[in-house]
């Protein structure tokens, strides 16, 4: 999977991750992976589906993938993680 087509949802705005989705596909990109971690995945689905209701109407949710990742902590301890990849689709 190509690394310039994966969003990163995160602690910023919703409409901030909206334009990098959009303008990814603006630019050609035929499929964008909105990708996020534990309470950021609510917003990567808001992000999906503005996407897809407003600004690329002809962009359709073509997968979802959910899954634990684990992460070490600062003291070292493991923690696991929800994460979550929408792939939209032009």
Do not use: H
Not at 4 to 33: D, H, I, P, R, W
Not at 42 to 59: L, Q
């Amino acid at each position: 999977m190509p690394e310039e087509n994966v969003v990163f949802v995160g602690k910023k705005g919703t409409m901030s991750y909206v334009l990098a989705v959009v303008t990814q596909m603006n630019q050609g990109a035929n499929e964008v992976f909105v990708k996020a971690r534990g309470k950021a995945i609510s917003r990567a689905v808001d992000v999906a589906e503005i996407v897809k209701n407003k600004f690329v109407t002809s962009a359709q949710i073509s997968d979802i993938k959910i899954a634990t990742e684990e992460i070490s902590t600062e003291e070292g301890n493991p923690l696991k993680v929800s994460a979550i990849e929408i792939t939209l689709k032009k």
